[in-house]
């Protein structure tokens, strides 16, 4: 069975600066992408950025970017340059391909501070 | 593209009755959509994957009686929530994806709230 760890309820980061969201996840197979999704007010749920885990190399997008550290089962998010718009729920979220589900992650809500 | 649509995006219903929540991908075949369950403050949580002409398969604990899903074609699926009871109040999710190897794309939700 697939867990997935956020340890942090919420954190928060002045605007224009860079932070970090932690996440662990646990699985037996070894053939998962991993993803970062984020659900402002609006409660719809938008992709942020994925990494395939036979990939050594971590996943960025622009601002985005992951620190994936396979030994360890690790998979944290980094926003760099915070903007008002980051402020979300952000869930991590590993999809085994043999169990072909997404599980997503208890959530880390974070407030950007202007 | 990746556009997934879920209506209604509210709906309130009484005690006893069924609502049907419907699914679409709008701009590509979803072979595989899966049906998520979220509480107020809390994450998301997996109620069955449905794909394309067969049936859905349920997770542990939902009763696949309460919730029936239908998936019968590459750009529908729906969720009728039968006989709803105040308990089955909550926000519904959908999502698809277009392979085996795609993202999955949600839909905007459904709140569902039953007096």
């Known amino acids: 069975a697939q867990t997935v760890t956020q340890s942090q309820p919420e954190m928060s980061v002045q605007e224009a600066e860079t932070v970090t969201l932690s996440c662990t996840y646990d699985?037996?197979?070894?053939?998962?992408?991993l993803f970062w999704y984020k659900q402002p007010p609006s409660r719809q749920m938008i992709l942020v950025i994925r990494q395939e885990a036979y990939k050594q190399q971590n996943a960025t997008e622009n601002r985005f970017s992951v620190n994936f550290q396979k030994a360890a089962k690790s998979f944290s998010l980094k926003i760099s340059d915070s903007q008002l718009g980051d402020a979300a729920m952000y869930f991590c979220a590993p999809f085994v391909q043999g169990a072909q589900k997404l599980v997503f992650g208890q959530g880390t809500r974070l407030t950007i501070n202007p | 593209g990746a556009v997934v649509s879920q209506h209604p995006s509210w709906v309130i219903c009484k005690s006893g009755t069924s609502v049907k929540i419907e699914c679409r991908s709008l701009?590509?075949?979803?072979?595989?959509m899966f049906w998520y369950r979220q509480f107020p403050k809390q994450s998301l949580m997996l109620m069955a994957t449905s794909n394309e002409g067969s049936k859905a398969t349920y997770e542990q604990g939902v009763e696949k009686d309460k919730f029936l899903i239908n998936h019968a074609s590459l750009t529908l699926s729906t969720l009728t929530v039968t006989s709803a009871h105040p308990e089955d109040s909550s926000f519904y999710i959908c999502?698809?994806?277009?392979?085996?190897?795609?993202?999955?794309?949600f839909g905007n939700g459904t709140r569902l709230t039953v007096t």
């Open positions: 999502s698809a994806r277009l392979t085996v190897n795609s993202p999955l794309h």
């Open positions: 701009d590509f075949q979803a072979t595989t």
């Open positions: 699985t037996s197979e070894s053939d998962y992408y």
